[in-house]
């Protein structure tokens, strides 16, 4: 049995509204309970009124650290991925959010913050010390990140390129990265929409890829960056990644 060891969180000392949006952020005993309460909630739905179905469960790690990487469709994306997830690991995720679209005010990264349990990425201000930062925190917590490496969800329904910021945080890292592909979000919920329309969705989830010996710089993060763009693309076709 280890030793307890008492830290200081490490949000600590950052006002309120600091916290919601810092890449830092560490959720108390009231937004845990907060987060189990809405998860179940989103996976009822989930089942019932879109009848998610996933593919390939078992091919996810057993435990974090890890990364799930999926194209993105929809609103309802993070929830279904998230949803596919056991109980057991679900308070270690954190979707990585476009920080001008989830928290640029109060209510929306209330929202954000405390029940998808996001963490921000500011698109047009995003630099290399916030890839460190969520670097460190995959591996030292350790955590799971959902990430669209599109940057944005898809307007008309087709699959964007992929940008090369995955390679950035994970080259030379050992975290395995799991390839996803999601398909009826976009149906269920294009962006044009607000609410939701009871179409199904599937999520098929592929063998997790390694790139620790990846090095980090330019030539690896294009590597990686192509690797799990064919990787998803090939669930999308509804092949195995070989």
Known sequence: MKDWKYETAADHGLAPKEKL????REVGLGG??????????????????HRLEVIGKDALPREAPFILVCNHTSH?????????????????VFPIGAGDTFFETPVAAFFSGMLLNALPLWRHRCGRH??????TRLISEPAIYILFPEGTRTRDGRTKPFKSGIGMLIAE??????????????????PDRRLPRPRSITLRIGTPLRFEDVSNRREGWDRI??????????????KEPG
């Open 173 to 190: 890292s050992p975290a395995p990265v799991v390839p996803c592909h999601i398909s009826g979000a976009f149906e269920a919920l294009p």
């Open 21 to 24: 949006v810092s890449l830092k």
């Open 225 to 238: 960056r192509d690797e799990i763009e064919a990787a998803v693309a090939a669930l999308g076709a509804g």
């Open 76 to 92: 309802l994306d993070t929830l279904a991925i998230a949803s596919a997830l056991p109980w057991r690991l679900r308070q270690s």
């Open 130 to 135: 916030a890839l460190d930062e969520l670097r």
């Open 32 to 49: 845990y309970l907060l987060q189990r309460a809405w998860r179940a909630g989103t996976r009822l739905y989930l089942r019932c009124y």
